[in-house]
C-alpha cells in the first residue's frame, strides 16, 4: 500500500472505532478509540488462532510495520501535535510556574530514568546501561495523551498549568536523553553519538538549538503576521511553521519537539496577542483544536493496533507487569524531588504530588522510540514491557485521573 492508501485507511478506522466507543463505550474520544482498537486487534489475534487454516495475523503485522509507526511519529505527527499542545500554554501562566515546570522536565526525567533503569535491570537482568534505554524511553509523560485527559480532568488553572508545561518541555528533554544513552549502549549504531563527550554536545545541540530555532522561527512568523489582516493565509503560515519547521529542526540535527514547543508557546502567546485580528485568532483556534483532535485520534488508533508488532512472551508479558509499578514509582521521585526542593520557596497543594503522579501519562511517544532501538537481543524485552505500561497508563490512568482529583478536592490555587 502506497502512503495515500495507508493514511485513508487509518482515517476511515479512526472514523469507524470513534463512531463504536461513540453509541457504546461513551469513553473518551481518544481512549475509547484506543479501546475499540485494541480490542478489534486482540479479537483478530483470537480468530486467527481458532481459523488455522488462515494465518490472519501474519497479513496484519505485515500491514501495520508497513505503516512504520515510529517514523510517521516522531518524523511527521509529533511536531503538529506538540504545536498545537503549546498554543494553548500561555506563558504568563507558565512564567509563574517556571521553576516547577524546569525542574520536573530535567532533573525529573534524569531521575525518573535512573530509577526505572535500576528497577528495569534488576527485573530482567539486562546490562544496565541498556536497561537505562528504557528508563529513557518510559521517563517522558505523553503530551498527546496527558493534554487530552486534561479537557476532561478539570483541574485548577495553576495544577493544569504544571502538568501541561512539564509533559510539553520533559517530552522533548526525554526525546534528548533517550539519543544520548542510546548512543553510549549501542555504540555500533550510526545513528546516534556515542561516547561521553559526544553524547554531552548531542544534548547540549539538540535541546539548546532546538529552543533557539523554535524562537527564531517563531518570531519571524510573528513578524510576518503582524503585517497580514488574512486570517486563512495565517493558518497557512502557522501551519507552515510546524511542518517545516520540525523538518528543518530534524535537517539541522536539533531537537523537532523542543522545537514545536517553543515554536507553539510563542504563536499562541505573543502571536495571538499582539499579531491577530480577533477573527483570525477564532480561525487559527478552530483550525489547530481540528488537527489536535484527528491527529490524536488517528494516534490512539496506532497504538491499539500496534499490539500486532509486538511479539509477546509470558516472560515479557510478566516483566512489562512489573514495569507499570515501577514506572509508577519512577514517576513518584520524578515529580516529588523538584517539589521538595521549592517547598521552602512555594507552597504546594497536598494534591499536587497525587495527581501529578498519577496523571503523568506515557503514550505513542515510548512506543514510537522502543520500535526505533537498534536490533538486539534486548529489543523484544523493551518494546513488550513499553505497550503494556502505556496501554495501563492510557486506559487505567487516564480513565481515573479526573475522578482522582475530584476525590482530593479543589484546593486554594497555589503556585
Not at 479512526?14 to 475499540?36: C, E, H, M, R, T
Not at 559526544?198 to 535541546?207: C, K, N
Request: charged letters at 15%; a negative charge; zero cysteines.
Amino acid at each position: 500500500m502506497n502512503a495515500l492508501q495507508i493514511a485513508s485507511l487509518l482515517i476511515v478506522l479512526a472514523g469507524v472505532f470513534g463512531s463504536l466507543n461513540y453509541f457504546f463505550l461513551k469513553l473518551p474520544s481518544a481512549i475509547g478509540i484506543l479501546v475499540v482498537a485494541l480490542l478489534a486487534s486482540l479479537a483478530l489475534v483470537g480468530l486467527d488462532v481458532l481459523m488455522t487454516s488462515v494465518d490472519l495475523t501474519s497479513q496484519i503485522r505485515a500491514l501495520v510495520l508497513e505503516i512504520e509507526f515510529s517514523d510517521a511519529l516522531l518524523e511527521g505527527m509529533l511536531g503538529l501535535l506538540l504545536f498545537a499542545g503549546a498554543l494553548h500554554v500561555k506563558l504568563e501562566d507558565l512564567k509563574a510556574r517556571a521553576w516547577v515546570v524546569a525542574l520536573m522536565a530535567t532533573m525529573g526525567v534524569g531521575l525518573s530514568t535512573l530509577v526505572a533503569g535500576v528497577g528495569f535491570s534488576w527485573i530482567t537482568g539486562m546490562p544496565l546501561l541498556v536497561a537505562l534505554v528504557f528508563g529513557a524511553l518510559i521517563s517522558p509523560t505523553d503530551p498527546v495523551a496527558v493534554l487530552g485527559v486534561l479537557k476532561e480532568a478539570n483541574l485548577r488553572k495553576s495544577l493544569e498549568t504544571k502538568i501541561a508545561g512539564e509533559s510539553l518541555f520533559n517530552d522533548g528533554v526525554g526525546y534528548v536523553v533517550f539519543l544520548v544513552i542510546v548512543g553510549l549502549a549501542f555504540p555500533g549504531d550510526d545513528h546516534h553519538a556515542s561516547g561521553a563527550g559526544a553524547a554531552v554536545m548531542l544534548f547540549l545541540q539538540e535541546a539548546v538549538g532546538g529552543a533557539l530555532l523554535g524562537a527564531v522561527l517563531g518570531w519571524l512568523t510573528f513578524r510576518v503576521m503582524r503585517r497580514i489582516d488574512d486570517y486563512s493565509l495565517e493558518v497557512l503560515l502557522s501551519l507552515g511553521l510546524a511542518f517545516g519547521g520540525y523538518e528543518l529542526a530534524v535537517y539541522l540535527h536539533v531537537s523537532g519537539p523542543i522545537m514545536a514547543v517553543v515554536a507553539g508557546l510563542l504563536i499562541g502567546d505573543v502571536g495571538m496577542k499582539y499579531g491577530m485580528s480577533e477573527a483570525t485568532r477564532e480561525h487559527v483556534n478552530t483550525f489547530w483544536k481540528l488537527i489536535d483532535e484527528i491527529l490524536n485520534a488517528v494516534l490512539f488508533l496506532l497504538i491499539g493496533i500496534e499490539v500486532f508488532a509486538v511479539a509477546f512472551s509470558m516472560q515479557a508479558f510478566q516483566a512489562g507487569l512489573m514495569a507499570i509499578g515501577l514506572a509508577l514509582f519512577a514517576r513518584l521521585v520524578a515529580v516529588s524531588v523538584p517539589i521538595m526542593l521549592l517547598r521552602p520557596f512555594r507552597e504546594f497543594g497536598p494534591d499536587v504530588i497525587p495527581i501529578m503522579t498519577w496523571g503523568g501519562l506515557k503514550g505513542g511517544i515510548s512506543v514510537a522510540l522502543a520500535l526505533s532501538l537498534p536490533d538486539s537481543e534486548w529489543k523484544s524485552l523493551i518494546l513488550t514491557a513499553t505497550y503494556v505500561v502505556v496501554i495501563f497508563s492510557i486506559i487505567v490512568q487516564g480513565l481515573t485521573i479526573a475522578p482522582l482529583a475530584r476525590r482530593l478536592g479543589r484546593e486554594p490555587d497555589m503556585l
